[in-house]
């Protein structure tokens, strides 16, 4: 980092999922960066964890994005000026084929990955808006691009986060904000894809044993989506990017 001029001095970005995997490594980045970081995350261990170890303007938010109630204390805790939103946070399904899927599963699934990603676009717009300048960065998924990449509730919910993104962008480059997305393939970190269905299971191996491309670390992912977030991607919006080692182009 120490040849790079630093992109976010003086600037604050909303960062959610920041207790681990690639939103924590996109919190690092920041704040290596001279970002204000307000980092959200539904673990407060986790979030202590990085209070701890990771140098710089850091100011942490427990909070369930999944919950109406927690919106506003979020974008309460940027205060007047947020340049940045990074929508990290997101949890899989359990390969669950459509027949097999729980409404309990479904709910959570799309309250975590599309509902609440909406519900804190929605609340950063404004001061975006007064401000005629922001970014937003929503990470999607390999699964945002086939059906062959995760259960049916966590591929409906990423196919939504490319319809969020390219919908906002539509709507709100001409006042200056951009909204992209980053789309995943494997990546080292704590999430958890547990088999919860045998014909998922059954159906869905031979195609996460072939084509998939090796296993990225989060740093690299928090380098893409900083880069969107920078000015240096200023014209850049409605963009779905793969992040994915070329899974994309098999
Ligand atoms: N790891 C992969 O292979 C992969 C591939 C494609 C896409 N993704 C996406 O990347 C994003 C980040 O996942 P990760 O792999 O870093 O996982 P991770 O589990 O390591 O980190 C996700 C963080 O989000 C937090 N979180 C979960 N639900 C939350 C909620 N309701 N409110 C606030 N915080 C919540 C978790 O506590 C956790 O700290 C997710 O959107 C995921 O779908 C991951």
Redesign the pocket.
């Known amino acids: 980092m120490n040849n790079i001029a630093p992109r976010f001095t003086g600037k604050t970005v909303i960062v ?9 490594a996109t919190v690092e980045r920041l704040a290596a960066e001279e970002c204000r970081v307000v980092a ?4 407060e261990e ?1 979030l202590a964890n990085l209070a701890e170890e990771v140098d710089g303007d850091i100011v942490t938010v427990t ?4 919950d109406p109630a927690a919106i506003a204390p979020i974008v309460e805790a940027a205060g007047d000026r947020i340049d940045g939103l990074a929508n ?5 399904d359990g390969f669950e084929p459509t027949a097999d899927i729980s409404d309990a599963t479904w709910d959570r699934v799309m309250a ?2 599309v509902t ?1 990603m909406m519900r804190l676009i929605r609340a950063v717009l404004p001061a975006m808006i007064a401000q005629g300048h922001g970014g937003i960065v929503n ?5 945002g691009q086939r059906g062959s990449a995760a259960g049916t509730p ?1 591929t409906t919910s ?1 196919h939504a986060v490319n319809g969020l993104t390219v919908s906002t962008a539509f709507y709100y480059t001409p006042k200056g904000v951009r909204c992209n997305a980053v ?10 894809a547990p088999f919860h269905s045998e014909w998922g299971a059954t159906r869905i191996g031979p195609f996460l044993q072939t084509n998939v491309p090796a ?1 990225a670390q ?1 740093e690299q ?1 928090a380098a893409a989506i900083t880069w969107l977030l920078s000015d240096e991607a200023s014209n850049v919006s409605g963009a779905i990017i793969p992040v994915d080692g070329g899974w994309a182009a098999i």
């Not at 959610?16 to 924590?24: C, K, Q, W």
Request: charged residues 15%; glycine residues 18%.
């Open positions: 959610t999922g920041a207790g681990s995997g690639i939103g924590r959200v995350d539904v673990s986790r909070a369930d994005i999944a990290v946070a997101g949890i899989m975590v990955n609440g990470v999607g998924s390999e699964a966590y990423k789309a995943p393939g494997p990546v080292a970190t704590n999430i958890e296993v989060p992912l």
